[in-house]
C-alpha cells in the first residue's frame, strides 16, 4: 500500500468549495499536497499543463483533458472525474499512459431530474417572464399551459431518465419514452410507455433529453428531428450540449416551429455571448447547474475523492471507466 503523504493531488471542480467541508479537510489530512482551481471556471488545456506536473491524482470537473494536458503529467496515475461525462477527457491518451479513469454514475441522478422537471414546468407556466415583469413594475396577465393531460417525451431512460419519470407521474402527464434498452418493469410501475422517435416526436407537448454524449447521439437533434417534433412543443436539455445543433434550434424557435427551449448543457461551456439562443426571450439558459444541489454534489465529491485515493493507495477502484 502506498504512503498517500508522498501524493500530490489537483482538484479543479468549481463547486468543490461549496460541498461538504470533512471533503476537503479528509483529503488534506490524507495526502501531502493538495492544488485547487481557484479560477470559477473549468480549466483548459494550457491551465492543466502548468498545474499537472508533479501531481499523481486529479480529481475533475469539466476541464479540457487531453492528450497535451496528460504529456504534461508524467506521474499521474489517476483521474477521479467529479460526474459521469467523459467528453472532456481523452480517454484513449489516459490508457496509453496507464492514468486510470473514474467517475461517479447515479450520485446526481435526482438533481438532474428534479432540475428537468423544474425547467418544464417554468417553461410551461412562464414563470421568469412573469418575474420579471412584476420586478418591473408591472402586472402581467399571463396565460401558462398546464402539464396535466399533456405528453411528455424522455429521449433517454436511463438513470435521469427514470428519476424524472417518477416525478412526472404525479403530475398526471402521459409519458413516452425512447431507449435501447426499455425497462418494462419500470414502464409498468410508473405507466411509462416505450415507443420509436418517429412515434414520440410528432405526439410530444415536451420533449426532454436523457441521452449519453457519444458520437452516435452527438447531433441527434437536428432540422429532421425538430421537424418531427410537434408545432408548439418545447425542448428540454440537461443532458448533453452536443445532442443539439444549436442552430437548427435557433431557425426552429425563431420560425414558431418550438414554442420554447430550456437548455442547461451547450456546445460550447460556457457559451459564447454571440450565441443566438441567448437573445430569444423564449429560451431558458441556466448554467450546468443540473447537478449542483447539496446531495448530490456531496455524493459526487466523495464518490470521486474515494475513487482518487483508492488507485492512489493501489486498490482496485470502484467504477473505472478505461
Not at 454524449?213 to 429532421?224: L, M, Q
Not at 448533453?240 to 444549436?246: M, S, V, Y
Request: aromatic content about 6%.
Amino acid at each position: 500500500m502506498s504512503d498517500l503523504k508522498n501524493f500530490k493531488v489537483l482538484v479543479t471542480p468549481t463547486s468543490y468549495g461549496s460541498m461538504d467541508p470533512s471533503l476537503k479537510t479528509d483529503l488534506e489530512d490524507l495526502v501531502g499536497q493538495v492544488v485547487y482551481n481557484t479560477t470559477g471556471k473549468p480549466l483548459s488545456s494550457q491551465q492543466l499543463q502548468e498545474l499537472l506536473p508533479g501531481c499523481q491524482g486529479m480529481i475533475a470537473g469539466l476541464d479540457e483533458i487531453d492528450r497535451l494536458a496528460l504529456d504534461a503529467a508524467p506521474e499521474l496515475k489517476v483521474i477521479a472525474r467529479y460526474g459521469v461525462g467523459l467528453n472532456n477527457v481523452d480517454l484513449g491518451a489516459a490508457r496509453e499512459k496507464g492514468i486510470i479513469v473514474t467517475n461517479t454514475p447515479g450520485a446526481n441522478s435526482t438533481a438532474v431530474a428534479e432540475l428537468t422537471v423544474a425547467l418544464i414546468l417554468d417553461l410551461m407556466r412562464g414563470v421568469l417572464p412573469a418575474v420579471q415583469k412584476t420586478k418591473a413594475g408591472g402586472w402581467p396577465r399571463s396565460k401558462g399551459y398546464s402539464l396535466e393531460g399533456k405528453t411528455v417525451g424522455l429521449i433517454g431512460c436511463g438513470a435521469i431518465g427514470k428519476k424524472a419519470a417518477q416525478r412526472l407521474a404525479g403530475f398526471g402527464c402521459r409519458i413516452l419514452a425512447y431507449d435501447l434498452y426499455p425497462d418494462q418493469e419500470f414502464a409498468k410501475r410508473y405507466a411509462v410507455r416505450y415507443s420509436s422517435l418517429k412515434e414520440i416526436l410528432p405526439q410530444a407537448d415536451v420533449v426532454s433529453l436523457h441521452l449519453p454524449g457519444t458520437p452516435d447521439t452527438a447531433g441527434i437533434v437536428n432540422r429532421g428531428f425538430l421537424n418531427m417534433m410537434k408545432t408548439g412543443s418545447w425542448l428540454v436539455n440537461t443532458a448533453r450540449g452536443d445532442l443539439i445543433d444549436e442552430q437548427a434550434l435557433f431557425e426552429a424557435l425563431q420560425d414558431g416551429k418550438l414554442r420554447g427551449a430550456a437548455l442547461d448543457v451547450y456546445s460550447q461551456e460556457p457559451p459564447s455571448r454571440e450565441n443566438p439562443l441567448l437573445g430569444l426571450d423564449q429560451v431558458i439558459a441556466t448554467p450546468h447547474m443540473g447537478a449542483h444541489s447539496d446531495s448530490a454534489t456531496n455524493a459526487m465529491g466523495r464518490m470521486a475523492l474515494n475513487e482518487c485515493l483508492a488507485v492512489l493507495r493501489g486498490d482496485k477502484p470502484q467504477f473505472q471507466v478505461n
